[in-house]
């Protein structure tokens, strides 16, 4: 089972694993969806629209194409994040917290994911990515500061990016980018530093 602390005593374990076995099972699965179901996040983590039941989160978790996560405090589901858009040394992550740890649980399990995300290694000791992005409505304005309190960068406005299905309607999106050190740029680590 693959998995990793980040500060503030969170635990995120990796669904499935290189082997493909799955290291959390079909509770832990209903555990996170109806925390999320119960706090109205549904909408606002998935509003494309394309998970609807809890039938549609299991198999979008089960894709492939798409590397779950699923975070932990005090036995207790706290946040997850998944990867997918891969490309060269780059991806999409989409980060969703669970009520309870929002605020400064968000900020240190925000900056933690994106941390690891940037120093993880393959066996031949390469990092695994230099560029992590994210894309997120910017009818979500808390959802974009979070990100550049995390460590993220806007990079810009993409017109109508993402389809809000509660309103039936294209919205324009921020992308959000976080690229390890690169000459002329700030460290890493001062980066996420950065609104502390």
């Known amino acids: 089972m693959y998995g990793f602390e980040v500060d503030g005593g969170f635990t995120f374990y990796k669904f499935r694993d290189i082997d493909g076995s ?23 983590i998935f509003y494309d629209g394309s998970v609807e039941c809890f039938r549609d989160f299991q198999a979008l978790v089960r894709l492939n194409d798409q590397h779950f996560f699923f975070g932990f405090k005090d036995d207790q589901p706290a946040g997850l994040f998944w990867l997918n858009g891969f490309t060269a040394k780059s991806c999409f992550v989409h980060l969703a917290i ?41 009818t979500n304005p808390l959802a974009c500061r979070m990100a550049e309190k995390s460590g993220f960068r806007k990079a810009g406005i993409l017109s109508q990016a993402a389809y809000l299905a509660a309103e039936d309607k294209s919205v324009d999106s921020a992308i959000f980018c976080a690229v390890r050190n690169k000459e002329g740029q700030e460290p890493a680590d001062e980066i996420f530093k950065q609104g502390e």
Request: net charge positive; with cysteine.
């Open 98 to 138: 669970m009520p309870g740890f929002h605020g400064k649980g968000t900020l240190l399990m925000g900056r933690g994911v994106l941390r690891h995300l940037l120093s993880v290694t393959d066996v031949a000791g390469g990092y695994m990515f230099d560029c992590i992005k994210g894309l997120i409505p910017v």
């Open 22 to 44: 799955e290291s959390l099972t079909d509770g832990h699965l209903r555990w996170f969806w109806e925390t999320m179901r119960k706090a109205g996040q549904l909408p606002v």
